[in-house]
């Protein structure tokens, strides 16, 4: 079982750029598929990026070109830079992993989830 524990949310203006950490316990991390989600008040969780074991990539339609994931293996830790940031990006961002080499993009795909990280973008 792994444990994860995101970082780095904060409040920004609309325009700026904030970067989110996500770091992962336990063995194997090399080898787990992750990814990014978020959930806005009032609105179901949605996908936003992921990343497989061998850096493969995609995004959502709504951040491609803004955001970038990455992965660090030897820190165990997945990041998600955000860039250009809107007020509609606001939300709680999480973290979420499984233990297998391929790229998801749907919730139901990941059995482990971090606490959430609060990004908040101004006008």
């Known amino acids: 079982q792994v444990q994860l524990v995101e970082s780095g949310g904060g409040l920004v203006q609309a325009g700026g750029s904030l970067r989110l950490s996500c770091a992962a316990s336990?063995?194997?991390?090399?080898?787990?598929?992750m990814g990014w989600f978020r959930q806005a008040p009032g609105k179901e969780r949605e996908f936003v990026a992921a990343?497989?074991?061998?850096?493969?990539?995609t995004y959502a339609d709504s951040v491609k070109g803004r955001f970038s994931i990455s992965r660090d293996n030897a820190k165990n830790t997945v990041y998600l830079q955000m860039n250009s940031l809107k007020p509609e990006d606001t939300a709680v961002y999480y973290c979420?992993?499984?233990?297998?080499?391929?790229?998801?993009?749907?919730?139901?795909?990941?059995?482990?989830w971090g606490q959430g990280t609060q990004v908040t973008v101004s006008s």
């Open positions: 990343i497989n074991w061998s850096f493969g990539t």
């Open positions: 336990g063995r194997s991390f090399v080898s787990y598929a």
């Open positions: 979420a992993g499984r233990p297998n080499r391929g790229i998801y993009s749907n919730i139901e795909a990941y059995p482990y």
